[in-house]
Structure formats: C-alpha cells, structure tokens
C-alpha cells in the first residue's frame, strides 16, 4: 500500500514562511516524480510544483522565486519551503505521485496566510 502523509501546515502571517513535509512509504522513492498541489476555499485542486528522480523542478508562475520544492531520497520524503507567503496561498496542499499507473494523494496539510 502507498502511502503519503503531509505536515507542516499552519496559520502563518503574510510574509512569513512554512516548510511542508511529505513523507511516503510503500514506492521506490528514489525515482518517482513528486509533487505539490494546492486547493483553495471554493476552488480547484491545482499544480504549484514538481521535482523528478533527478531533482529537476517546475513550478507555477504565482510561486517562482518565493517556493521551493526538494527531495531527501534517504528519508523517501519530498518537501516545500514557503517564503514570502501571500494571502493567495491559503489552502490545502496535497502530495501526490504516479506509481504503477495509479495516482495516489496524501490527505493534505492546511495553510492559512493572514493579513
């Protein structure tokens, strides 16, 4: 069985930072894509960022220069660091992989940006 678990969330101020965590077990870690997405109040589950087994990283236009995904392959475990986080990134982030033709989604982690 796949798992992946988040942590991490919070209620941070704008400007502040957070890091998520993404543990998972039950894949070879070591090569599979990760990724982060986020669902605000009322919206659609959406892509913020992407790292590859080689570490390669793609990422949404609204969070390029303030996130940063990465990746410990000891640890099977995908991260993203938050600076300079805005009102607009408020919602639940997930982590998801492709494993053996399956999607599979971790239950989420909470932020709340406030003013």
């Known amino acids: 069985q796949v798992y992946l678990v988040e942590s991490g969330g919070g209620l941070v101020q704008a400007g502040g930072s957070l890091r998520l965590s993404c543990r998972t077990s039950g894949i070879n870690f070591s090569i599979a894509r990760m990724g982060w997405y986020r669902q605000a109040p009322g919206k659609q589950r959406d892509l913020v960022a992407t790292?590859?087994?080689?570490?390669?990283?793609n990422y949404t236009d609204s969070v390029k220069g303030r996130f940063t995904i990465s990746r410990d392959n000891a640890r099977a475990t995908v991260y993203l660091q938050m600076n300079s986080l805005q009102l607009e990134d408020t919602g639940d982030y997930y982590c998801?992989?492709?494993?053996?033709?399956?999607?599979?989604w971790g239950r989420g982690t909470q932020v709340t940006v406030s003013s």
């Open positions: 998801q992989t492709t494993w053996k033709g399956r999607t599979w």
């Open positions: 790292i590859s087994n080689d570490g390669s990283t």
